[in-house]
């Protein structure tokens, strides 16, 4: 079996986790796990986390959904079965279990008639009780061949899904990975009104948690406002501090874009929940510390920066990892000009002090290379010695030079800056510090290595 050559952006492979994994539907175990295996050989998790977790997934799911494919074994009689069927039985109620309707129309797809059985489910959602599977089974039938419904896409039948299901788990999985794979998609119609479906806090929580993320990384500010004031008509005294929390997140993402009505509208529902601070004064913290980090994030101005100030609010917001289309969109307009982006930097960090400091360094501590050292410490040496004006020019001048080096010969500043502090003359190990400390210095190189193609000479 030859794996499918997968580009390296994960935004353009597949959306059926068969194609993605290269394997038939209904394909054995082995074979999936087969395919599996020479897939994270290439993407593997500690160089490609974001490209691993969509292999593993598309392996999940092909593993869950491949039986559905199958025709069952016929199991053949063994001699100690024939023996038992001689014996005497106590008299047994035969019950006949006859494949739903669901299934037969399911059956009849799995045959390769996906028109049939698509126009089958969809009578049959209009009257079967159990409606949200019949609406499952219909949103998969449109992933595989959208053209079996001109008017209706199968978003409209995962809302209904949804919806039909009070938000239970297998609908929202589905929904989290359609946030995951296009949320501007996955925040508009028919999802928009989700959060005025009929069902527990609990589920409504989880949804709205999983559309402010996706609406935060995107800017949707108004979008999060709306969802907010859609929920809040299902708070009670029971589900208060569930509410303060969620309130904090949408804080974390809207501050950085002061002034707008969701941080107004937050701060005034958090005076009416000052009740909890005693207990949960963890929150009323961290949104004084939001509030200003934030504010000093937006009175940045200049078209090099925002995006980058957007990125710096992600990491503050996401409490885990930063998906690194995040981390190449945030960087992308500084990558064109690395040397101008120096000074936009070392501006923007003295302006506005050590608080947006903070946040890039936890961005550089995020950032996972795609390799490990390539370099032996005496070939960086080697190079650093290369320098010109290393122990005898300012470092303003040092650094635009080794800036240079770390895009040309693709060597990480930290990668250089190790090698350099077991270095036997002084000025090598000086030159040391002095990398570690430039943050400026080191995020330059991170957006050159991960932009676009130079313009700078």
Known sequence: MTPPDLPDDPREWPKDPFALLGVERGAEDITIRRAYTQLIRRFKPEHHPEQFCKIREAYETCQQQAGWFRSAPREVPTEDDKADAALPRWSTPVVDVQPSAADKFWATATAGQLDEAYRGLVSLSLNENDSADVALRLYWLLAVDPKLDMKRTRHDWLFGALTQSKLDRPAVELYRRELEADAQIALADPYVELLNADAEWPQLLE???????????????????FDLKQLKKHVGLENDAAWLGLLVAAMDWAAWNQPNLIVSFCQDELQSLKHLELHHSYYFDRVDQTLYWGGEGSAVQGPLLEEFIRLLGTVWATHGPVLRSDIVEGLKPLAAQPLRCLGCLDDLFADRGPNLGILAVGLLGRYVPDSEHTFSADVLRGYARRVPGIGTQPWHILRGR??????????????????????????????????????????????????PVKTEA
Request: proline fraction near 4%.
């Open 207 to 225: 949804v709205a948690q999983l559309r402010l993320a996706a609406a935060g990384r995107l800017g949707r500010y108004s979008l999060i406002e």
């Open 402 to 451: 080794l800036l240079d080096v770390f895009i040309q010969h693709n060597i990480r500043p930290e990668e250089l800056a190790e090698a350099c502090a077991a270095d036997p003359e002084p000025r090598f190990r000086e030159v040391s510090g002095a990398i570690l400390a430039d943050l400026s210095l080191r995020l330059a190189w991170l957006a050159s290595c991960l932009g």
